[in-house]
């Protein structure tokens, strides 16, 4: 039987795709206080920008809306794919799970057909131990 792989992980990071590296860093990204830190920051420095007389995109940001609308757009998309990666990670490691378990069953009966032959073989010895005792007790 072949036994599991002992760091599946590692196995499974290097198996990846170019686009599957990409949108597990996106998700990674997107999904950190960080990203949610600097796009905050971005939309103060641009409702700052903006509110000047020099303003490239006057209030009500109607270039801004265009661009947010786009990342909506491109965020709902990269979650997806990142949530179908996620789908395939946890079936593959359900798979390594089952792998493993399979092969733990086998040790395990192996050792108790182990056992067994140890329990057989204190008893055979205690038989012949108790006949022994018996034949000098004649």
Same mark, same amino acid.
């Not at 170019?18 to 590296?21: F, I, L, Q, S, V």
């Not at 008893?123 to 018996?134: D, F, G």
């Given at each position: 039987? %072949?036994?599991p =792989?002992?760091d599946w992980?590692?196995e499974?990071?290097?198996? =990846?795709t170019?686009?599957?590296?990409a949108?597990?860093v996106?998700? %990674?990204?997107?999904g950190?206080w960080a990203?949610?830190?600097? /796009? ?10 903006n509110s000047?007389? %020099?303003a490239?995109?006057p209030y009500?940001?109607?270039l801004? %809306? *265009?661009f *947010?609308?786009? +990342?909506?757009g491109?965020q709902?998309?990269i979650?997806?794919?990142a949530s179908?990666r ?5 079936a593959? +490691?359900a798979?390594?799970? /089952?792998d493993?378990n +399979?092969?733990a069953?086998?040790?395990i009966e192996? *050792?108790l057909?182990?056992n067994?032959?140890?329990? =057989?073989?204190m ?12 034949n000098r007790d004649d």
């Open positions: 039987m %072949n036994r =792989l002992a992980h590692a499974a990071t290097q198996r =990846l170019r686009g599957e590296r949108a597990d996106l998700r %990674n990204g997107m950190s990203f949610v830190g600097t /796009f905050l920051a971005g939309m103060t420095v641009w409702a700052v920008l000047g007389s %020099n490239w995109d009500p940001f109607i801004l %809306n *265009l *947010l609308s786009m +990342l909506a491109l709902g998309a979650l997806l794919i179908r996620q789908d395939s990670i946890a593959a +490691l798979q390594h799970d /089952f493993t +399979l092969a069953a086998a040790d192996a *050792l057909a182990i067994r032959q140890q329990v =057989l073989m008893e055979r010895m205690t038989a012949l131990i108790n006949a022994r005792s018996e």
